[in-house]
Nanobody
Framework: QVQLAESGGGLVQAGESLRISCEAASGSTFSRYGVGWFRQAPGKEREFVAG????????KYADSVKGRFTVSRDNIKDRVYLQMNSLKPEDTAVYSC??????????????????WGHGTQVSVSS
């Protein structure tokens, strides 16, 4: 089992950058888990944003963020990062990280992830 906590959210203006983090509780073998980032805006369904395999040998992005967002991980620090550049107002949402150890590839379906953080708010003003 792994406990996840997101941090780094905030309010920025359109065009600016933000980096959010997903940290696993100490004692977890976070390097054994693939991680996905999801977001949910008010009145909208949760959607996949980006994901990374446990060894960071593969990443995947939603078309809406491709070229602007970068997912990475530091398995020594038990952290996964989402660097978000050229932010747009439509990126405003609660961003959550999720982890699962079953898959060797990036999974985009939320229901396939077993463990979730509580989320961090990202707001982008125009």
């Amino acid at each position: 089992q792994v406990q996840l906590a997101e941090s780094g959210g905030g309010l920025v203006q359109a065009g600016e950058s933000l980096r959010i983090s997903c940290e696993a509780a100490s004692g977890s073998t976070f390097s054994r888990y693939g991680v996905g980032w999801f977001r949910q805006a008010p009145g909208k369904e949760r959607e996949f944003v980006a994901g990374i395999t446990r060894s960071a040998d593969a990443t995947k992005y939603a078309d809406s963020v491709k070229g602007r967002f970068t997912v990475s991980r530091d398995n020594i620090k038990d952290r996964v990062y989402l660097q978000m550049n050229s932010l747009k107002p439509e990126d405003t949402a609660v961003y959550s990280c999720a982890a699962d150890r079953r898959w060797a590839f990036v999974v985009t379906q939320a229901e396939e992830y077993e463990f979730w953080g509580h989320g961090t708010q990202v707001s982008v003003s125009s």
